[in-house]
């Protein structure tokens, strides 16, 4: 080889797929992802507020469904939604690197003196 003539060598790593990830694995990155919602909204709107995060896996997407009280709501949501909409694009983006798609519902509200949640009217 000349001094004028350049080698490039390229090394490719495998990549795992979201195929070689067990069940089990994908669950718990899911209630993990859960968990981080709960702190996210526990440090918003304070740990006496009354709030509950709970997924729900389809074939390709997981669904989170949060339920908060009605006076934390608008914390929530913030002003103009950009409080939930900046949540839900840290959730896509976690749930992307993993190789399924995340969203969280629009957020329920507990009855009054109840542990059921319902949603909101539209």
């Given amino acids: 080889?000349?001094?004028?003539?350049?080698q490039v060598i390229v090394l490719k790593t495998p990549k795992?797929?979201?195929?070689q990830a067990s069940e089990m694995d994908l669950d718990k990155i899911?209630?993990?992802i859960a968990q981080y919602i709960r702190e996210t909204i526990r440090l918003v709107c304070?740990?006496?507020?009354?709030h509950s995060v709970t997924?729900?896996?389809?074939?390709?997407?997981?669904a989170y469904k949060v339920c908060v009280e009605q006076r934390v709501l608008g914390k929530i949501l913030g002003s103009?939604?950009?409080?939930?909409?900046?949540?839900?694009?840290?959730?896509?983006?976690?749930?992307?690197?993993?190789?399924f798609r995340g969203v969280i519902?629009?957020?329920?509200?507990?009855?009054?003196?109840?542990?059921t949640p319902k949603?909101?009217?539209?």
């Fill in 16 to 19: 795992s797929t979201p195929d």
């Fill in 30 to 32: 899911r209630e993990d």
């Fill in 105 to 115: 519902d629009a957020p329920e509200t507990f009855e009054y003196g109840s542990n």
């Fill in 1 to 6: 080889m000349s001094k004028s003539e350049l």
């Fill in 55 to 62: 997924w729900i896996k389809g074939d390709k997407t997981t």
């Fill in 46 to 50: 304070g740990s006496d507020a009354k």
């Fill in 80 to 99: 103009k939604g950009n409080h939930i909409n900046g949540l839900r694009t840290l959730i896509q983006a976690m749930c992307g690197s993993r190789g």
């Fill in 119 to 122: 949603f909101l009217p539209r």
